[in-house]
């Protein structure tokens, strides 16, 4: 899967062992994974197990973003639900590539992905209330808050509040279907 404008093309292609380096290193960088409300330490040999543990786990789809022939991060389409037809957006861009407007060309990919090929009705996403600019991004992709979560995660000796946000497929095709007219 590939998209792009004007900056190298992006593209996602799956996860692979060879990538669990720059997973590591990324899983490990205090500023990133303070955005994905988790501790920021993992040792390689756990991270090494859950891959062995998911990798044929069909409630969950990870790709790598790749720009040129740099791995510049990582989308993954979490808890899928065949059922409700619903999944988790996540999305992580290495701190030397952001800025570049990867996380928006990933996320189309990603999305069109989930909606076109998965045929799911509605992605959703976790975000820091206070992650001004992975908001905008989200609502300029079509997500829109559908609630507050107060206090809900503890990082850095604090609690934070967090924002869950959505969008639908039928509100992804009519997008799509405007940009075309």
């Known amino acids: 899967m590939s998209g792009g404008s004007h900056s190298p093309p992006v593209r996602l292609r799956p996860l692979e062992r060879e990538d669990l380096p720059f997973i590591h290193q990324l899983d490990n960088n205090a500023s990133v994974m303070r955005y994905w409300f988790e501790e920021p330490y993992e040792a390689f040999v756990e991270l090494s197990d859950l891959y062995d543990k998911h990798i044929h786990d069909q409630n969950e789809r990870r790709f790598i973003i790749a720009s040129s022939d740099a791995k510049v991060g990582l989308v993954e389409l ?35 992905y989930a909606f076109s090929v998965l045929n799911l009705y509605k992605l959703y996403l976790i975000v820091d209330k206070e992650n001004i600019k992975a908001i905008h991004i989200y609502n300029k992709l079509g997500f829109y808050t559908e609630g507050e979560l107060i206090d809900e995660f503890f990082i850095n000796g604090c609690y934070r509040t967090a924002i869950r946000m959505c969008v639908f497929q039928h509100q992804y095709f009519a997008s799509k279907a405007d940009k075309k007219a």
């Open 78 to 112: 979490v808890e899928i639900d065949y059922i409700h037809r619903r999944a988790e957006f996540q999305i992580i861009i290495d701190p030397a590539y952001q800025g570049q407007g990867h996380a928006t060309k990933a996320a189309k990919l990603a999305m069109e």
